[in-house]
């Protein structure tokens, strides 16, 4: 069985903070891919990045990103200098290789960024 | 510009009236997805299309059926809705190919009340 881990149900930080999201999961395949989206009040799920499991570079876009830890199995996401726009439910995803499409999705994480 | 259209963004049906959400993508994605999200939850995949082969998740109610005309649109019908299937439906496309693996775009979704 997979599964998704988003320990912090809520963050409130203050604008220009930093703020690291926290995901862990759990998988028995050994290919496998993890994504992170933002999901604005507006209710639309925005995709920002996926990561293949044979792939343990971090990324960095802006004023985001990611490090993948497969020893730990988390894929931690950051971040820098927060801005108001960047409110809302972030979610880990994870899916398994092969023919199944399946998201397995964490519970997220709301973040409210204050001015 | 918009890639995954959900129609109506807002819908109210009565309790036991049948209604209908509608997808439309222009991204030319073979395989989509249908998605049940309450309040404060992850996202629940009800089922999804690879082409025109429906695949249905084991623990969706069969009060949700699908239909999928061609390539660009998806449809969700709920037979007879009960106040336990308010919600936002949301709608995903995914390019599928043998061994790669891709992200899912979601559309704006549905919310979907029941009185």
């Known amino acids: 069985a997979q599964k998704v881990t988003q320990a912090q149900t809520e963050i409130s930080v203050v604008e220009k903070e930093d703020v690291t999201l926290d995901c862990v999961y759990e998988?028995?395949?050994?290919?496998?891919?993890l994504f992170w989206y933002k999901q604005p009040p507006s209710g639309e799920l925005v995709f920002l990045i996926r990561r293949n499991s044979f792939d343990e570079q971090n990324e960095i876009s802006g004023r985001y990103s990611w490090n993948f830890q497969k020893s730990t199995s988390s894929f931690n996401f950051t971040i820098t200098a927060s801005q108001v726009v960047d409110s809302a439910v972030y979610f880990c995803a994870l899916r398994g290789g092969g023919s199944n499409y399946k998201l397995t999705f964490g519970k997220g994480t709301l973040l409210t960024v204050n001015p | 510009d918009a890639m995954v259209i959900q129609n109506p963004r807002y819908q109210v049906t009565q309790f036991g009236k049948p209604v209908t959400l509608s997808c439309s993508q222009t991204?030319?994605?073979?395989?989509m997805y249908w998605y049940q999200q309450k309040s404060s939850q992850a996202p629940k995949l009800l089922f999804h299309?690879?082409?025109?082969?429906?695949?249905n998740e084991a623990d969706t109610p069969d009060n949700f059926q699908s239909r999928r005309p061609n390539t660009s649109f998806c449809f969700l019908d709920i037979r007879s809705p009960g106040l336990g299937d308010a919600a936002m439906y949301l709608c995903a496309t995914s390019r599928e190919s043998a061994g790669r693996i891709y992200e899912q775009y979601f559309g704006p979704g549905t919310r979907l009340t029941v009185t």
């Open positions: 998988t028995r395949d050994t290919t496998y891919y």
């Open positions: 991204l030319n994605h073979n395989v």
């Open positions: 299309y690879y082409d025109k082969d429906f695949n």
